[in-house]
C-alpha cells in the first residue's frame, strides 16, 4: 500500500481501500453540512436581532412603583409586578421590613397586600408611584391583613417641564 496517510492508486487499490475512501468523503460532507448549519445560524443571530428589539419596544410602557411593608417578624406579601396579565407575585413569610421596586405596565393597577401569621403583631404596607406616595394602611392581630392600591395611567405622560 505504500507509506502511512497516502491514498493508494486506485487502479490497484483493494475494496477495503476504496470503502475507506468512501468514509472519508462522507465524513468530509458531513462536516461540510454540520458547517454550514453553525454558519447558517450564526447569521441568523445576526439578521435577527432587529426583530428582537422591535418585541420589546412593542411590550407596554411602564411606570416605577415602590413597595415597602414595614414590622418585625413575618408577613406573606403579594404585589403587582411587570405581569401585564395581571399576575401578581407572592413572597410568603418575607422578614420585615420588606421592600421592592418594579416596573408596572401602565394601565394596570400596582396593589401590595400584606398578611400576618398566627403570631399577629403588626405591619404596615406603603405604595409610591414614581417616588410619589400613594397609600399607606396598618395588618394588626393575629393573621391581620392590610392592602395599598394606587392607580396608574393608561398613557405615559410626557414630563412637565
Same mark, same amino acid.
Given at each position: 500500500?505504500?507509506?502511512?496517510?497516502?491514498?493508494?492508486? =486506485? $487502479?490497484?487499490?483493494?475494496?477495503?481501500?476504496? $470503502?475507506?475512501?468512501?468514509?472519508?468523503?462522507?465524513? /468530509?460532507?458531513?462536516?461540510?453540512?454540520?458547517?454550514?448549519?453553525?454558519?447558517? /445560524?450564526?447569521?441568523?443571530?445576526?439578521?435577527?436581532?432587529?426583530?428582537?428589539?422591535?418585541?420589546?419596544?412593542?411590550?407596554?410602557?411602564?411606570?416605577?412603583?415602590?413597595?415597602?411593608?414595614?414590622?418585625?417578624?413575618?408577613?406573606?406579601?403579594?404585589?403587582?409586578?411587570?405581569?401585564?396579565?395581571?399576575?401578581?407575585?407572592?413572597?410568603?413569610?418575607?422578614?420585615? =421590613?420588606?421592600?421592592?421596586?418594579?416596573?408596572?405596565? /401602565?394601565?394596570?393597577?400596582?396593589?401590595?397586600?400584606?398578611?400576618?401569621?398566627?403570631?399577629?403583631?403588626?405591619?404596615?404596607?406603603? /405604595?409610591?408611584?414614581?417616588?410619589?406616595?400613594?397609600?399607606?394602611?396598618?395588618?394588626?392581630?393575629?393573621?391581620?391583613?392590610?392592602?395599598?392600591?394606587?392607580?396608574? =395611567?393608561?398613557?405615559?405622560? =410626557?414630563?412637565?417641564?
Amino acid at each position: 500500500m505504500g507509506n502511512p496517510g497516502e491514498f493508494p492508486d =486506485p $487502479a490497484t487499490g483493494s475494496a477495503a481501500d476504496t $470503502a475507506d475512501r468512501r468514509s472519508l468523503r462522507a465524513g /468530509l460532507v458531513g462536516g461540510g453540512a454540520v458547517l454550514a448549519a453553525c454558519a447558517g /445560524l450564526v447569521l441568523y443571530g445576526v439578521l435577527n436581532t432587529s426583530g428582537s428589539d422591535s418585541q420589546a419596544e412593542q411590550r407596554s410602557p411602564t411606570a416605577s412603583v415602590t413597595y415597602e411593608v414595614t414590622g418585625e417578624g413575618t408577613a406573606d406579601i403579594t404585589y403587582q409586578g411587570r405581569s401585564e396579565t395581571g399576575q401578581a407575585t407572592v413572597v410568603t413569610a418575607a422578614t420585615l =421590613p420588606w421592600r421592592a421596586t418594579v416596573k408596572v405596565p /401602565l394601565g394596570q393597577d400596582p396593589v401590595v397586600s400584606i398578611v400576618l401569621d398566627k403570631k399577629g403583631g403588626q405591619a404596615r404596607c406603603t /405604595l409610591a408611584v414614581r417616588g410619589q406616595h400613594v397609600q399607606s394602611a396598618t395588618a394588626a392581630g393575629e393573621f391581620g391583613r392590610a392592602t395599598c392600591t394606587g392607580t396608574l =395611567p393608561t398613557q405615559d405622560k =410626557p414630563p412637565s417641564g
